[in-house]
């Protein structure tokens, strides 16, 4: 099975909004309300922002949030600041019955 | 709190086997399934596979499948990856995790373990 897509990089300024994209298929992203999200600070473990699309786990701030429109997912992160530059993944789940990840998306605080 | 405290850094040879292991705490580990995840130097995350230990149901991604052991020890609260026969192309991070009830899928992991590094070299 093939990574989801996701762009290589995405940058804002504090306060900024932006969106990061994951495409995958009708077998996965399309097909199913289980898309997570994740956010990787480097040489660390990734920590979950998002789960089934739009929930987020306590804790995680409401600055984060997700959306999906047809075999597109997307994270969107508001109120950009400093400590959220890191690299970021979707997964979803497919009809395998096992997740693919995307590629990753590394985003730059300007 | 929740924790998943990962296995040690290991060095090993093409051919050699491995199993590194991700010990839990603080909550049932027969009730919630542990994955793996794959992280091979500077690049993203892949699924290896998912296991329930209260009936050792395990399910790889094809990518993985056969390549791959995943086991659980319910006695020590312990979940296990293992190679019968590693390949320099194994050198990767690993990271074991937990799937959280509150997921509908296997696609959230919630408490992650800290990562073991396996480097694969003669």
């Known amino acids: 099975q093939s990574a989801l897509t996701q762009p290589a990089s995405v940058s804002g300024s504090p306060g900024q909004s932006i969106s990061i994209s994951c495409t995958g298929s009708?077998?996965?992203?399309?097909?199913?309300?289980?898309v997570s999200w994740y956010q990787q600070h480097p040489l660390k473990a990734p920590k979950l922002l998002i789960y089934?699309?739009?929930d987020r786990p306590s804790g995680v701030s409401s600055r984060f949030s997700g959306s999906k429109s047809g075999n597109t997912a997307s994270l969107t992160i508001s109120g950009l600041q400093a400590e959220d530059e890191a690299d970021f993944y979707c997964?979803?789940?497919?009809?395998?019955?096992?997740?693919?990840f995307g590629g990753g998306t590394k985003l730059t605080v300007l | 709190e929740v924790q998943l405290v990962q296995s040690g850094a290991e060095v090993k040879k093409p051919g050699e086997s491995l199993k590194i292991s991700c010990k839990t705490s603080?909550?049932?580990?027969?009730?919630?399934?542990i994955g793996w995840v794959r992280q091979m130097p500077g690049k993203g995350l892949e699924w290896m596979g998912i296991?329930?230990?209260?009936?050792?149901?395990?399910r790889y991604s094809p990518s993985f499948q056969g390549q791959v052991t995943i086991s659980a020890d319910k006695s020590i609260s312990t979940a296990y990856l293992q190679w019968s026969s590693l390949k320099a192309s194994d050198t990767a991070m690993y990271f074991c995790?937990?799937?959280?009830?509150?997921?509908?899928?296997?696609?959230?992991?919630?408490?992650w373990g800290q990562g073991t590094l396996v480097t694969v070299s003669s």
């Open positions: 089934d699309v739009t």
């Open positions: 997964s979803s789940y497919t009809s395998s019955g096992t997740v693919v």
């Open positions: 603080e909550y049932s580990f027969t009730n919630y399934w």
């Open positions: 009708s077998s996965d992203v399309g097909g199913y309300d289980y």
């Open positions: 995790a937990r799937r959280p009830r509150y997921c509908s899928s296997f696609s959230c992991l919630d408490y």
């Open positions: 296991i329930y230990p209260d009936d050792s149901d395990t």
